[in-house]
């Protein structure tokens, strides 16, 4: 009897081991699971600046006798259905600024270059082209401003309103804007592909402001941003189909300045 208790006793302790083994492995597995991209993006160096690229392909490359960072949508990263638009553009995929990751008012200050890919790998490409900013450290959340230089300059004027684009991730991409506010979050601006633009992005709070190339005032503001992310990184955007080129970002980051609007106040429109 008493041994046959000790071996039952021994059993039970073998059997809660055993359990607190596996307990301890699942634990160790889902962290490795959780964080398998912590660490391991691909980084690109521009003069003193680092990107990583988060689902682009890219590279440093010398464009027009300059040194400048190429990137491409990374289709096998996340994938795109053209039958289901919404849910596959304007995701985290872009290159992210190293070392500054606390972004939340200021100016960003890019000179950008889009080229569409041949063959395209989609009809409705429009050379998608920006910046994405306030982003979240797991990619969950960010705000988005970028052009469609395709249709800057098009002889329909329907086109051309829509060739900026706001947007934030995740609840308020492109398509969702334009059922619940349509045009409020687009806005025209006097763009084209394969030239270099100048972007300009003053963010004070919940505005946002976009300049383009040595234009005095704003070509586009949005009033008040939707994203519930108030501080983050910045990144450089590309979309389907575009091949983007960028160089001389500048970041500035200042105190947000309360009652600051450059827009004037207009009633009864």
């Not at 041994?3 to 302790?13: E, M």
């Not at 301890?24 to 521009?46: D, E, I, R, Y």
């Not at 996340?78 to 638009?85: G, L, M, V, W």
């Not at 450089?236 to 609007?261: E, H, P």
């Amino acid at each position: 009897m008493h041994f046959f208790t000790y071996t039952l006793k021994k059993s039970k302790i073998n059997f809660l081991i055993i359990m607190l083994i596996m307990l301890c492995l699942s634990v160790f597995t889902n962290a490795q699971s959780n964080n398998k991209n912590v660490g391991a993006w691909k980084k690109v160096n521009l003069g003193k600046q680092q990107f990583e690229l988060h689902n682009v392909i890219g590279e440093r490359t010398v464009f027009q006798n300059q040194q400048v960072i190429k990137i491409e949508r990374d289709l096998k990263a996340i994938p795109f259905d053209s039958t289901n638009i919404e849910k596959t553009v304007d995701e985290p995929h872009y290159a992210k600024l190293s070392g500054l990751d606390d972004f939340e008012n200021g100016t960003i200050e890019i000179k950008v270059y889009s080229q569409l890919q041949n063959p395209a790998p989609y009809s409705g490409i429009a050379g998608f082209i920006g910046l994405y900013f306030r982003i979240k450290e797991d990619d969950s959340a960010f705000e988005g401003i970028y052009l469609r230089p395709k249709v800057g300059r098009a002889s329909n004027q329907l086109f051309r309103n829509h060739t900026v684009q706001y947007m934030s991730y995740p609840h308020a991409k492109f398509d969702t804007l334009r059922k619940i506010a349509p045009f409020k979050y687009e806005g025209s601006a006097p763009v084209a592909l394969n030239e270099w633009i100048t972007m300009r992005i003053e963010v004070n709070g919940e505005t946002a402001e976009l300049f383009i190339n040595d234009l005095k005032y704003s070509s586009f503001i949005v009033d008040k941003m939707l994203g519930k992310n108030k501080i983050g990184a910045i990144g450089v955007y590309v979309d389907i189909g575009t091949i983007g080129y960028f160089k001389d970002l500048k970041v500035t980051k200042r105190l947000f300045k309360k009652g600051s609007k450059s827009g004037e106040r207009v009633i009864g429109i």
